[in-house]
């Protein structure tokens, strides 16, 4: 039976959760709000007013600068950056579920010790492989082309490690063992039982991929020289390079920015439901 006190502190406690809550959104939501404020202000009103209220509304002005800045190279990022992003986190997401499932479901020699090779590669930064990916690259002759930005992109550690745990909470062994009675080869049970039961897991282990890619900055850097095949990331590094004997290019920096965000939410927006149930699976295992 609850007490005075104990409902007393409940409320003290869920008061303060919830003030927590609300701080730490005001500290994650603060630096999109500017950028959408600052988005729809002219060149002008970027030093001369207040940098968290509205001015005179510019947007679309903006946008238009934005997409036809330099015969439309914008345009030409987005579309690049989609293809990274969206079929490496495919084709990332399918390499990390087939793995993940044999590691869970096949015993073989040497598995564990695989596997912990794999979470050794966790927790090896992306940069540290940078100057050996770039000498390997260029010893093959894939330096500044799609596949050298594309090819390192769809190897994740991390969803391996993240679709063994989902195969193994997932995907009954009993299940696969009725299947290969009825006759499915090993990669038609996958396709066909397996894996559908893990799609829901396997959108966590795309958004995963796909935001690490979509922000992806050093790989590009190191691999690519052609303007053409940058990402946006870093051409509108290269343009925040250039503001200072450009200061009109620092509307179209902060209008660039807005608009690459704008997908990495509508993409959590669709795929929130799998991504929540995906996560509750892990965390039941």
């Given at each position: ?38 988005a729809t202000k002219p060149q ?5 007013t207040n940098g968290l209220a ?186 925040n390079g250039q503001t200072a ?41």
């Open positions: 039976m609850s007490t005075p006190s104990t409902i007393r502190e409940s409320r003290v406690s869920r008061t303060a959760v919830m003030a927590l809550m609300f701080l730490l959104a005001v500290y994650f939501l603060l630096p999109v709000y500017f950028l959408i404020v600052a002008g009103d970027l030093a001369s509205f001015s005179h509304f510019n947007l679309f002005e903006n946008l238009r600068i934005l997409f036809t800045r330099s015969d439309g190279v914008f345009g030409r990022w987005a579309v690049n950056t989609v293809i990274y992003a969206v079929l490496g986190a495919a084709v990332g997401t399918l390499i990390s579920a087939l793995c993940g499932y044999a590691l869970a479901k096949f015993p073989f020699r040497g598995r564990e010790f695989l596997f912990s090779v794999i979470l050794g590669g966790v927790l090896v930064p992306t940069t540290a492989l940078a100057l050996p990916l770039f000498l390997l690259f260029s010893a093959t002759g894939l330096v500044n082309t799609y596949l050298a930005v594309f090819l390192p992109s769809i190897v994740s550690p991390f969803g391996v490690y993240l679709a063994r745990i989902f195969a193994n909470a997932a995907v009954p062994q009993e299940l696969i063992e009725s299947a290969r009675l009825d006759g499915a080869g090993e990669f038609r049970t996958f396709f066909s039982v397996a894996f559908k039961l893990m799609t829901p897991a396997l959108v966590t282990v795309f958004l995963f991929q796909f935001v690490a890619i979509w922000n992806n900055f050093f790989l590009p850097m190191v691999m690519l020289q052609k303007e053409s095949l940058f990402p946006i990331t870093l051409g509108l590094y290269e343009w004997r450009a200061p009109l290019l620092q509307e179209s920096v902060i209008t660039g920015s807005l608009v690459s965000i704008v997908p990495v939410i509508i993409v959590f927006i669709l795929l929130q439901r799998f991504w929540r149930s995906g996560l509750a699976a892990g965390s039941l295992k």
